[in-house]
């Protein structure tokens, strides 16, 4: 899908979108458009007891002296109401309208009603990046050509007097749009495809953005001491693997912000294996690692003025003679001992040594980690909110700045001793689990365990959020891609010069 910016006249194919507001208040184009239509828009809306809701829609066939073939007249609800989640959101119900309608062509006319409290460029930036954001689809395993799921909307014109502003800030989140797109996609890839090693070849793809990428093998792992990581893999075919990124947007930064991602390729729960009902989608049990997958192409691909590591930790996780068993006890690289309890709480022993193997190689000024860790974050939040744990509450502050600010909203859970006594093993350092109470906090408390020196950290549990049943304005129903947005905001915020 094409997207250009230009001043505003009448199309001559395709449909015209307009705006208008609460109150039946249009827009001077969609004013113009109601005059030359004799009045249609005006009629439409008494007609449908529109009255300006935000997202209320006429779409009205127009006559073939016009040029263009239909006219969309969109409500942004109240003008100083409307923000840019508004904005993102119109595009993405738009495209939706239109995308299998037929129409290949459609002319958006980005003038708000008067009063609106956000700029003509934001709007018209915001609509498109919510357009292509809505625009994604995974149908490269589909054997047979059909209709059904492919657009038929291929061009986006969007018009507005200030059109160089406008293209300037879409190119942004353009590049946004193509990390969020590409944590999809490593979402949807099935188990036989993205596995470990597999995985980490993709990864290799981000140094045509100007990301060092490194990947480190299982044997250097165990030379490194990473016990806990290989734990979990030794019940798989497939050898583990570990992937460091680094974008250097700025120069002369000694401690970059760090991202950590499990990267658990399929999750069968291992000897302490998952009921059978729902098991397929365990495939996105990697929601973290494509978060910081995509977060690393986005600032690469916009050339982020900021210092960022991502490190992501591949496993998979299986049922065989050779996998762990409950009651083992594993050496994490910081020295510390784990007794496994239940080997479905992988997730936290991948995190452990990749946070330490993070921590010591980089000397971080933060650490981020995003995991699908808990089913308790999901009983606790629903599909609405991440759940954030942190050690540090301006860190926390910026994510939840950031998640406002992108739509991808975290909510801030507690950390306390009293939490962390459930972690006690009579035979081992801590167990990898501290019981049915309270278990995405007791999870939080595990992973703190391997932060050193009172480095910045937040852990963001994303089981509720990294894949959906529904689609939403700006998401198809599957892999969500969360992260992306939330962490490129984040470091457009706080972490850039």
């Avoid at 409500?75 to 939706?96: H, M, R, T």
């Avoid at 992108?406 to 459930?422: C, F, H, I």
């Avoid at 984040?490 to 010069?497: F, G, P, R, T, W």
Wanted: overall charge positive.
């Amino acid at each position: 899908m094409r997207f250009s910016f230009t001043t505003p006249s009448i199309p001559k194919a395709g449909a015209y979108v307009t705006l208008f507001g609460n109150g039946q208040t249009l827009s001077e184009p969609a004013a113009s458009a109601d005059n030359m239509l004799n009045g249609a828009v005006s009629r439409g809306l008494v007609a449908f007891g529109n009255t300006g809701k935000k997202g209320e829609c006429i779409d009205l066939p127009t006559g073939k002296d016009l040029g263009y073939q239909r006219l969309i007249a969109l409500s942004i609800g109240k003008p100083d109401d409307f923000d840019v989640l508004d904005a993102q959101n119109l595009g993405g119900e738009l495209f939706s309208r239109l995308s299998n309608s037929g129409v290949s062509q459609v002319t958006i006319d980005c003038t708000p009603p008067k009063g609106s409290a956000i700029a003509d460029e934001i709007i018209a930036s915001e609509i498109a990046f919510g357009m292509k954001l809505a625009s994604y689809r995974f149908n490269k395993y589909r054997s047979k050509e059909d209709n059904k799921g492919r657009a038929s909307l291929n061009s986006v014109r969007m018009q507005l007097k200030n059109n160089k502003e406008a293209r300037k800030l879409f190119a942004s989140n353009d590049k946004i749009a193509d990390g969020v797109h590409i944590a999809r996609d490593l979402l949807e890839e099935p188990p036989n495809i993205l596995y470990p090693e597999s995985f980490a070849s993709r990864c290799l793809e981000l140094r045509e953005l100007g990301v060092e990428v490194q990947v480190i093998t299982d044997k250097n792992m165990a030379k490194l001491g990473m016990g806990a990581l290989l734990g979990v893999a030794q019940g798989s075919a497939r050898p583990a693997r570990m992937v460091i990124m680094r974008w250097r947007g700025r120069k002369g930064v000694k401690q970059p912000l760090v991202l950590v991602g499990k990267g658990v390729t399929f999750d069968t729960g291992g000897i302490s294996i998952k009921p059978a009902g729902g098991m397929e989608d365990m495939k996105y049990d990697m929601g973290g690692a494509a978060a910081v997958v995509g977060t690393m192409a986005a600032i690469a691909g916009r050339k982020a003025k900021a210092d960022v590591v991502g490190v992501i930790g591949l496993v998979e996780n299986m049922p065989s003679a050779n996998a762990q068993r409950p009651g083992d006890i594993v050496k994490t690289m910081s020295g510390q001992t784990v007794e496994v309890i239940n080997t479905d709480a992988e997730g936290r022993l991948v995190l452990a040594d990749a946070i330490w193997h993070a921590q010591k190689k980089f000397n971080p000024s933060a650490i981020i980690d995003l995991a699908t860790l808990t089913g308790a974050i999901i009983i606790s939040l629903g599909s609405v909110h991440a759940g954030m744990f942190s050690n540090n509450d301006d860190l926390a502050q910026k994510l939840d700045s950031a998640g406002r600010a992108s739509g991808e909203t975290v909510w801030r859970m507690p950390l306390n001793n009293a939490y962390d006594k459930q972690l006690s093993s009579s035979v081992a350092d801590m167990k990898n689990v501290g019981g049915r109470e309270a278990g995405s906090i007791t999870a939080a408390q595990f992973i703190q365990r391997f932060v050193t020196n009172n480095t910045p950290w937040a852990h963001l549990d994303i089981a509720g959020v990294a894949w959906t049943n529904q689609a939403k304005p700006t998401t198809p129903k599957g892999g969500v891609g969360f992260g992306v947005r939330l962490l490129d905001r984040l470091i457009a915020q706080d972490y850039e010069s």
